[in-house]
């Protein structure tokens, strides 16, 4: 019982100590964090309005996502359609996925598959899958629609 307690008593001075001497116990984390989160922000403005893809593709994540700005799925989609033209081959893959769930802009199941299509071609594996799901959906509303106008 002694030595439980003399292990005790050494487990606590030596956390303590080890918190005295912690030289990042004064820095104020949220406040550090959102200057970095500014910071991030402010970079890949300025190499996305000159041109640079990965740039644009962070700001779109940033805004997608809600992280070091207010969260605004109209302006990520904006930001991923600049970087997907510029050939980034992520941002093609989540134009199809905002055309195919409607995020940032109206649903159109069509273009998706425009994106998706663009997106298996350079080598996205999720978007080859998507691209199968989306033309057989379009497959049966097009059987659909061709059902509808036949005549008995």
Do not use: C
């Amino acid at each position: 019982m002694k030595h439980l307690t003399i292990l005790f008593l050494l487990l606590t001075l030596i956390s303590t100590f080890a918190q005295a001497t912690n030289p990042f116990n004064n820095i104020n984390t949220s406040k550090s964090i959102k200057t970095l989160q500014q910071s991030k922000y402010t970079y890949a403005k300025q190499a996305s309005k000159n041109g640079h893809r990965e740039a644009q593709f962070d700001l779109a994540m940033m805004y997608a996502t809600g992280d070091g700005v207010e969260k605004n799925e109209r302006e990520a989609f904006n930001w991923f359609h600049k970087s997907a033209r510029n050939g980034h081959t992520e941002a093609k893959y989540l134009m199809g996925v905002s055309f195919n769930q409607g995020r940032g802009v109206r649903q159109q199941k069509e273009l998706a598959r425009y994106w998706f299509k663009l997106a298996a071609k350079a080598g996205h594996a999720k978007a080859v899958y998507q691209l199968a799901l989306i033309e057989k959906y379009l497959a049966r509303t097009t059987q659909r629609e061709a059902k509808r106008y036949v005549f008995k």
